[in-house]
C-alpha cells in the first residue's frame, strides 16, 4: 500500500492546449408551468455591435423560456418596439396580453465595457419595477444577460434566480471502447461556454463543487483504482485526498467548507465518513460515522450540516437513511418501494430529492424528510445523479435518451421540465454551483 | 502472467463471471470453475491477479462502485477459502464505468454485471 505516500501528493496539473471538443448541449424544453407568465422582452438595441447569437436580449429570452414559468412573446408579434421608458405605449402590450416588459438597450464605454441600461415594467400596473444598469468587460456579454434575468426573475417570482451559476459534469466519448475518453466540464448554467477542468482515459465521477465554487472534488481512477481529488478551477492546481484500499467515493463539502464526507471501503466495507480538510494528512482527521457491514455510501450533507443523509442495503434494499451528528444513530428515511437511492438534500433544508425505482423504472423523486409520501418528478426510466439548483427552484440529473447518457433538469414541483442533449458523448455524473460572486456590476436606479 | 487452463479439455479456463441484478451472490454453475482458479494459483504463488467488479447501468453510480466491490469480494473471499494466498490477488470495483456491452437493453446488463479474472 503506497496511499500514505501519495495520498498527499499535491502537484500541479500540466495545462497543455486542450482540443476544443466540448458536450455544445442544447435546450430541449419539454414541459412548461401550466400558466407561464406573459412577458416580453424587446430586443436590445445593441450598439456594441454583438452577433445575432450572443444578443443579450436574446440571452435573457432564452434564460426565462428555460424556466419554464415564463412565456416570452415573439418578437415578430410585438406591436411596437420600444427602446426607453417613453417609448413605451401600455396599449400594445395590453392588446398583446404580455404581463411584463423588459426593454433596454447596450452601449460601450471608452474604456471598452459594455453596460446594459434596462428596466423591467408591470404592464398592468404601469410602473417601473426595476431600472438601471449591468455593467461588464467585453468578454461578459453572457453574464450581464444572465444577470438581467436573475433581477427579472426574482422581482416577479419573489425566487431567487440562478442563471448565473455553473454546472459540472463528466463528458464521456467512446464509451465502451479501449479509446474511452473521460472530461470533467464546467459550463454555464444553459450549457454554453464549457471548459475542460480534466481529461483522462479513466474514470471520472461524483463531482461538486465546494461551497465558495474555487474549487471541486471528484473520484477519478488514475492508476486503475478510485482515488478522491480536489482541483481548484482557476489554477488548476490538484491534491489527491483519499485513496486507500478499496473503492474511494462520493466526495462531498460540508456547507461551511471545512470538511468532506466520503465513502471508503479502508476497513472492509464501504462505510461514510468525514474528513477535517485543514490537516487532511492526519489519520485524526479522518472519522469513521458508519459501522456495519452492508453497504453505506452516497452521503450528502444537510443544509445546516447536523447530519448526514446516506444509502445503506443494511434493511436487505438500498434505502436512505439520516446519520444525525448528536444522535448518533442512523434513522431511516424512505419507505416506500425497494431502491432508494443517491439521496440529495434540498437548500431548504426539510427535503430530499432521491432516485426511486417503481416497476424496473428508475426515476427522480422527491419526499419530505420526516415523513411520506414520495412524490416522483420524471417519466424517463434510467434517471441518476440528481443534483440542486442553490435557489431549490430546479433539479438537474443524468438520464438516457436511447443509448446516449443526457442531462436533464425538472422543477422542484415537477411542473417544468428540459433536456439539454449533447450534439456529441455521454454526458452524466451534473452538479449545479452554488450562487456565484458577481463577475458583474449592477447598479440600480431606483424604481419610480 | 497467468494463463490457466481446463485440466480435462485444454481450453483456457472462463475468466469472466455473472451476476444477478443488485445481487454478489457466485453462481452455482461457476464454482467449479473458480475453483480451478484456485488450484491455479497455488500452483503458482508468484502469480498475481485483479478481481474486477462490474455492474449495469441501472441505479445510481456511487451505489454501483460498492456493489462492483461487493461482486469481486465474494470471487475474493471463494479463491481464498479454496486456498488462493490473500496477497496473490487485489479487488476493484469499476461500477458502471466499463461496461462489456454499452448498450441499454436486458442483453446487454446481464453482460454488464460481472467479475473478470485479470491475471
Not at chain 1, 169 to 179: I, K, P
Request: with cysteine; glycine share 6%.
Amino acid at each position: 500500500m503506497n496511499a500514505l505516500t501519495q495520498r498527499f501528493a499535491f502537484y500541479l496539473l500540466t495545462l497543455v492546449a486542450l482540443p476544443s471538443v466540448h458536450a455544445q448541449m442544447a435546450v430541449v424544453i419539454d414541459q412548461g408551468a401550466d400558466n407561464p407568465i406573459r412577458i416580453a422582452v424587446v430586443p436590445f438595441t445593441d450598439l456594441a455591435d454583438a452577433s445575432e447569437r450572443e444578443r443579450i436580449s436574446d440571452i435573457v429570452s432564452r434564460d426565462l423560456v428555460r424556466s419554464g414559468q415564463f412565456s416570452p412573446l415573439a418578437v415578430t408579434d410585438m406591436l411596437s418596439l420600444p427602446r426607453s421608458q417613453d417609448e413605451v405605449f401600455f396599449r400594445d402590450w395590453r392588446i398583446s396580453a404580455v404581463d411584463y416588459l423588459v426593454i433596454g438597450d447596450v452601449q460601450r464605454t471608452t474604456a471598452g465595457d459594455l453596460v446594459a441600461n434596462w428596466s423591467l415594467i408591470d404592464v398592468l400596473g404601469e410602473r417601473v419595477l426595476w431600472q438601471g444598469q449591468v455593467i461588464g468587460g467585453e468578454s461578459k456579454r453572457r453574464d450581464i444577460a444572465h444577470r438581467i434575468s436573475d433581477v427579472v426573475y426574482e422581482s416577479i417570482t419573489g425566487v431567487e434566480g440562478a442563471f448565473s451559476t455553473k454546472l459540472l459534469y463528466v463528458l464521456v466519448q467512446d464509451a465502451g471502447t479501449s479509446r474511452v475518453n473521460y472530461r470533467l466540464e464546467l459550463a454555464d448554467a444553459d450549457g454554453a461556454r464549457a471548459v475542460t477542468l480534466l481529461e483522462s482515459n479513466e474514470p471520472i465521477l461524483s463531482p461538486s463543487f465546494s461551497p465558495d465554487a474555487s474549487s471541486v472534488v471528484f473520484v477519478w481512477f488514475q492508476g486503475g483504482r478510485s482515488g478522491i481529488y480536489q482541483q481548484w478551477i482557476a489554477s488548476g492546481e490538484q491534491r489527491l485526498l483519499a485513496r486507500f484500499q478499496g473503492i474511494n467515493t462520493s466526495p462531498v463539502f460540508s456547507p461551511d467548507g471545512t470538511r468532506l464526507a466520503l465513502v471508503s471501503s479502508r476497513d472492509g466495507n464501504p462505510e461514510i465518513y468525514t474528513l477535517d480538510l485543514s490537516n487532511p494528512s492526519s489519520d485524526a482527521s479522518l472519522v469513521r460515522l458508519t459501522r456495519h457491514q452492508a453497504i453505506d455510501t452516497e452521503p450528502d450533507w444537510l443544509a445546516d450540516g447536523s447530519g448526514i443523509v446516506f444509502t445503506s442495503d443494511r434493511g436487505g434494499q438500498p434505502q436512505i437513511y439520516l446519520y444525525d451528528f448528536s444522535s448518533v444513530r442512523p434513522e431511516r428515511l424512505t419507505f416506500q418501494g425497494d431502491y432508494n437511492t443517491r439521496a440529495r438534500s434540498m437548500p431548504t433544508g426539510d427535503h430530499i430529492a432521491f432516485i426511486h425505482r417503481i416497476d424496473n423504472r428508475y426515476h427522480l423523486a422527491i419526499k419530505d424528510l420526516a415523513r411520506d409520501p414520495i412524490t416522483i418528478l420524471t417519466e424517463t426510466a434510467l434517471d441518476e445523479s440528481p443534483a440542486v439548483a442553490p435557489n431549490a427552484a430546479m433539479l438537474i440529473y443524468a438520464t438516457k435518451q436511447g443509448n446516449q447518457g443526457i442531462l436533464a433538469v425538472v422543477s422542484t414541483d415537477g411542473a417544468v421540465k428540459y433536456r439539454l442533449p449533447s450534439a456529441i458523448g455521454d454526458v452524466r455524473e451534473p452538479a449545479w454551483s452554488p450562487q456565484l460572486a458577481p463577475v458583474v456590476r449592477t447598479v440600480e436606479a431606483g424604481a419610480e | 502472467m497467468g494463463n490457466p487452463l481446463d485440466p480435462s479439455t485444454g481450453a483456457p479456463l472462463s475468466r469472466v463471471f455473472y451476476f444477478d441484478y443488485d445481487e454478489a451472490i457466485i453462481s452455482r454453475d461457476d464454482l467449479d470453475v473458480l475453483a480451478l482458479h484456485a488450484v491455479f494459483l497455488q500452483e503458482n504463488r508468484n502469480v498475481r491477479a485483479v478481481l474486477e467488479g462490474h455492474c449495469d447501468e441501472r441505479g445510481t453510480r456511487d451505489y454501483n462502485l460498492a456493489l462492483g466491490e461487493r461482486r469481486a469480494m465474494a470471487v475474493s473471499s471463494f479463491l481464498v477459502s479454496s486456498g488462493t494466498g490473500a496477497s496473490q490477488i487485489e479487488s476493484v470495483s469499476y461500477g458502471e464505468e466499463r461496461p462489456a456491452n454499452p448498450n441499454s437493453s436486458e442483453a446487454a446488463w446481464a453482460q454488464n454485471r460481472r467479475v473478470e479474472i485479470v491475471y
